[in-house]
């Protein structure tokens, strides 16, 4: 009954954050700033008052999969948040150039985040299918794959957890530029601005709850044996 409720919850929580980010958003992607500067233009002018001239901005067809490549340096907007001058559009741009300038400045939890995705992408997939593994060949004893699950879980905690700062410094950076630059007019503007950016930290906030909570699910059990057994 436990792990229902667990399901249930988590699945229901980040329903949740998903379906209000796209909700703001698109209540925030109409009209146009006073300033005309699109999402696209508002990404290369942040980049070059930082300083920063070897990030390459990109366009894509995807809706909503804006982000920041470290590895290549690339900044990546959707079409839609390229080529708008609406209030999310710059939003959404200006965080990621955010994130760019969080590399120029070697920002640790950023570094620490590009560290443990290798070993998280293993992670997920150690906790998407070990479970399948042991329910259908048995080659797995119940609290060894408790332990690994553990483990993964809680890998997969600490790589959320440590993203919680990198977006929300992102999402900081990004209203502080974009009023600086006088890109979004105080008032209506700047206020859609941060409403798009608050609910899009919603989803990470949602990810390490359900990451923290299943870490626990797994981990207690162990605890509580381990006591049993002093």
Do not use: C
Not at 51 to 73: F, S, T, W
Not at 152 to 167: C, H, S
């Amino acid at each position: 009954m436990t792990i229902w409720i667990l399901i249930i919850g988590t699945m229901a929580l980040s329903l949740f954050a998903a379906a209000r980010v796209k909700s703001v958003y698109h209540r925030y992607h109409r009209g146009t700033v006073l300033s005309g500067v699109t999402g696209g233009e508002a990404a290369a002018l942040i980049l070059r008052q930082s300083g920063i001239r070897d990030v390459e901005i990109a366009v894509q067809d995807q809706m909503l999969g804006d982000h920041y490549d470290p590895i290549h340096k690339r900044l990546v907007l959707s079409a839609e948040n390229y080529y708008n001058s609406t209030p999310a559009a710059l939003g959404v741009a200006a965080h990621e150039a955010g994130h760019a300038i969080q590399h120029a400045l070697a920002y640790k939890p950023l570094h620490w985040r590009m560290a443990a995705v290798g070993i998280t992408t293993y992670a997920n997939h150690v906790v998407m299918w070990l479970p399948v593994l042991g329910v259908f060949t048995g080659l797995i004893q119940p609290m060894v794959a408790v332990w690994i699950l553990a483990l993964a879980w809680g890998v997969i905690m600490l790589f959320n957890l440590v993203t919680l700062p990198v977006e929300f410094d992102a999402s900081r950076r990004a209203k502080l530029v974009l009023r600086s630059l006088n890109l979004v007019a105080p008032g209506s503007e700047a206020a859609g601005v941060s409403k798009v950016l608050n609910a899009a930290a919603w989803t990470y906030v949602a990810a390490f709850i359900t990451s923290l909570a299943y870490f626990l699910w797994h981990l207690m059990p162990l605890l509580a044996g381990h006591r049993s057994r002093e």
